[in-house]
Structures are given as C-alpha cells and as structure tokens.
C-alpha cells in the first residue's frame, strides 16, 4: 500500500489518541527493561513516553511509514527510530517490553503474529499492545456504506481497511500457553471531539486514508460529502459545538 499517512491530520486528535497509550503504559509491570521496543511507533510521540518512563532502556521505535518515522525523529532526535515490516517483524534478541498502541489492527494472521511476538520476549518480559475495535460502530459502517454509494464504488470499497474479527477469547487462547500472567480488557472512550465534522476528521488520520488514496479529486468529493452526511447524523454535534465519539479499544498485557 502507497505511504498515504499524514502525521499533521493524525495528531489533530493527539491528546485523544494518547490517553489509551497511556492507560496501557500504566499496566505494563515492569520496573528497569534494559530494551524497549515500541511496534508501530508512527510519529513517535507515545515512543517519547516510554523513554520518559524507562530512562535507563534503549528504546526503538519501529514503523513503516517514512512520513511518520521523519516526523518521529525530527521530534523525538535522541531515540532510535527504525523502518520496519510490522508484521514480520522479529527482535534480534529477546526483548524486555514489547509494546504497541493503535498498531496491529492493521495487520492479519493474528494466531501466528501473536504467539510469534511473545517469543520474542526476554524471560520475564511484557507484550503490551492497545487495538482499536471500530468495525460495528456507525463511524466505520458508514465509511463502508458511503463507499458503495456513488461511482466511486469500485475504487473506495476495494480500499476499506479490513480488521481482524477475533474474539477476545481467541487472543487468550493463543497466548496464555505462553505466558505467565495475562491481562485483557476492553474499554469504550467517550471522545469529546471539537471542530466541525470532527469525526470524519479524525478518520482521515487513520482508516479514511486508503480511501480517500484510491480516489480522484472528484470522487473524493462525492463520497466525502456522502460521508459527512452519514456522520453529522450519527454523531451530532451538542449544543456547545462538541461531538461524542465513543471508540472501543481492547487490551492485552501478557508477561513471560
């Protein structure tokens, strides 16, 4: 696929996209790592957060995006930002904290990925990694319905991004063979969203991107406007100019 990320239109939402990455740093048990690897590290802003909290690790941040891992190193200059296949990647050698936020849902196969990562970890290393959950919710049915809507059909619905649909019991079966202890959560966020079509927005940092990619000027302005419709009427704006967004996100904190 085409590197059609926008760091700028993905942090319009930083302080919203953060407070999961924090609320999983926060379980992640692990005092002194002497290497932390943080898997899809896009702008490098969250990356920035474990070398804060591990100041005596080395800390990687791995990504696929060039435009991202520019924005992560020109931010974040003393860290290590390294280009990388997400899904095939493997550490040289085992690793103490292997996290990931808002990154693997991009990615299949997870039976095979998941166990692969835990045995990348050092004895008594965590895999952490946050996963958005948005397939059900109007933000994404929209974006399917919007995509089958116009001329643009061909282009845009080959374009939807597809996530896994695994149940949360499938990621413990495939993990606590391997693991010592294993967390896992679910939590819906109640995103109080400002500006005008702010979640339409907010999709253009992430699982609007392919599609507005795969389609010409005129046709990105047909199903945009389709799209807005859609969203003004599955989120309406309060009184006070703020949408609510609630956005579903699961969480696996396992330790080896």
């Known amino acids: 696929m085409t590197d059609v990320w926008n760091p700028a239109q993905y ?30 590290c ?7 957060l474990l070398a804060r909290r591990w100041p005596g690790a080395r800390v990687t941040g791995i990504d696929s995006s060039d435009a991202m891992l520019a924005k992560a190193r020109a931010a974040h200059p003393t860290i290590e ?19 990931s936020n808002a990154a693997l849902h991009w990615l299949s196969d997870h039976a095979r990925l998941f166990p692969a990562l835990m045995d990348g970890l050092a004895p008594g290393g965590v895999f952490a990694a946050q996963m958005p959950r948005p397939t ?3 933000s994404h049915v929209s974006m399917a319905l919007s995509a089958a809507a116009g001329p643009w059909r061909a282009k845009a619905t080959a374009a939807l991004p597809r996530y896994p649909r695994h149940a949360v019991a499938d990621y413990y079966d495939w993990l606590a063979p391997r693991a010592r202890t294993l ?8 995103h ?8 339409v927005e907010w999709t253009k940092g992430t699982a609007l991107r392919p599609v507005l990619a795969a ?6 302005e047909g199903f945009l406007a389709d799209y807005r419709a859609r969203l003004r009427a599955a989120y309406p704006r309060r009184p006070d100019g703020t949408t609510l967004f609630p956005f579903r996100r699961l969480f696996i904190v396992a330790v080896r």
């Open 215 to 220: 389609l010409d000027d005129a046709e990105r």
């Open 11 to 40: 942090l319009k939402f930083a302080d919203e996209r953060t407070r999961p990455a924090l609320d999983l740093l926060a379980r992640v048990p692990h005092d002194a790592p002497k290497t932390v690897v943080d898997l899809g």
């Open 81 to 99: 930002f390294a280009a990388g296949d997400l899904a095939a990647f493997r550490p040289p050698a085992p690793v103490d904290v292997l996290y």
């Open 136 to 138: 059900e919710q109007p």
């Open 192 to 199: 109080a969203l400002k500006g005008e079509d702010a979640v």
């Open 183 to 190: 967390d896992i959560w679910e939590t819906i966020y109640i």
């Open 42 to 48: 896009g702008a490098g802003n969250v990356t920035a």
